[in-house]
C-alpha cells in the first residue's frame, strides 16, 4: 500500500512526500532496486545530492543494468524534465560540484557516456571523494564492457 501510494506520489511529481515513503519502505527492504533508484531521484530534487550521490553508488555497485536499461516512457522517469531544469538553471544546488553529481547521475539514467562525462568533471572538481571515482571507474568498466560485447 505504502509503495503505491508513494509512486502515486512520484508520478505527480511531489518527490518531498514520495521520497519519505520510499525512505521508510528501504529501511525493511534495502535490497529493493526500484526503491533505491526512485529515492535517488528525489534526493537530487530534494537537495539532498551527498544522500542520493551514496544511494547512487550503491546500485551501480549492486547492478548497474538496472539503471542503465531504465525504460524512460513506461516508468514515467523524470530525468529528461530534471536534467533540463538544471542544465535551464530553473533546478539549483548548493555549488558546482552538486549540479555537476546531479547531472552524472541523471544522465545515466539515458546516456552511460553523458554520466562518464559528468563524472569525470565531478572528480576533478571533488578528487576527495573517493565515491566518485569508485563511480568513474564502475561506469568505465561498463562502457568498455559494452564495447567488448559489441566487437563479439
Not at 530525468?79 to 553529481?101: A, D
Not at 566518485?132 to 564492457?145: A, D, R, T
Request: glycine fraction near 2%; charge should be negative.
Amino acid at each position: 500500500m505504502s509503495e503505491m501510494l508513494a509512486n502515486q506520489y512520484f508520478l505527480v511529481r511531489n518527490f518531498i512526500s514520495a521520497k519519505s515513503i520510499y525512505e521508510s519502505i528501504l529501511e525493511k527492504d534495502y535490497t529493493n532496486k526500484s526503491i533505491k533508484k526512485k529515492l535517488t531521484i528525489c534526493c537530487i530534487t530534494t537537495g539532498e545530492v551527498d544522500n542520493a550521490l551514496s544511494l547512487f553508488l550503491s546500485q551501480i555497485k549492486d547492478d548497474i543494468d538496472f539503471v542503465i536499461h531504465t525504460d524512460i516512457r513506461s516508468e514515467d522517469c523524470p530525468c529528461p524534465e530534471l536534467v533540463s531544469q538544471i542544465e535551464n538553471e530553473e533546478k539549483r544546488f548548493k555549488n558546482e560540484i552538486e549540479k555537476t553529481i546531479a547531472l552524472g547521475i541523471l544522465w545515466l539514467y539515458c546516456s552511460l557516456e553523458k554520466s562518464i562525462d559528468f563524472f569525470k568533471k565531478a572528480e576533478v572538481k571533488n578528487s576527495n571523494d573517493n565515491r566518485i571515482k569508485e563511480i568513474n571507474s564502475i561506469l568505465i568498466n561498463k562502457l568498455i564492457s559494452n564495447k567488448n560485447n559489441s566487437i563479439n
